[in-house]
């Protein structure tokens, strides 16, 4: 698994949390909305969804209700928690620093580098 994979894998939980964040949604639901929201770039499969929402629902960050369709098959629904807004919040801030230190610390060479050719 590539870096970059690792860094998608480990940003799972944060990206269900925003989307749940709108309402309650069924799995299917919340992958097309990560997809659509970030352009295709965040596509999630069953095999790594459906795991960080059961860990996501032990943590007491969502909770799941299955819900009869009119004519459809039972869905389960899952709803952000008041203590996964809380941890949306606080991951978010995290997140944007750890962003911000990255881009810094990726472009500091290359700014070195300008500086000693000017």
Do not use: C
């Not at 964040?21 to 799995?27: A, L, P």
């Not at 610390?105 to 050719?117: N, S």
């Amino acid at each position: 698994m590539s870096q970059i994979d690792q860094l998608r894998k480990g940003s799972t939980p944060l990206l269900i949390l925003s989307v749940l964040v709108d309402g309650k949604m069924y799995g299917y639901q919340i992958m097309r909305e990560l997809a659509q929201r970030s352009e295709g770039y965040f596509t999630m499969t069953a095999a790594l969804l459906y795991p960080a929402l059961h860990q996501l629902e032990s943590d007491g960050l969502v909770e799941a209700e299955w819900e009869d369709a009119q004519g459809r098959r039972k869905r389960k629904y899952y709803t952000i928690t008041p203590q996964g807004r809380a941890a949306l919040q606080e991951n978010r801030h995290a997140w944007q620093e750890f962003i911000d230190h990255m881009i810094q610390t990726l472009q500091a060479p290359l700014v070195k580098a300008q500086e000693r050719e000017s």
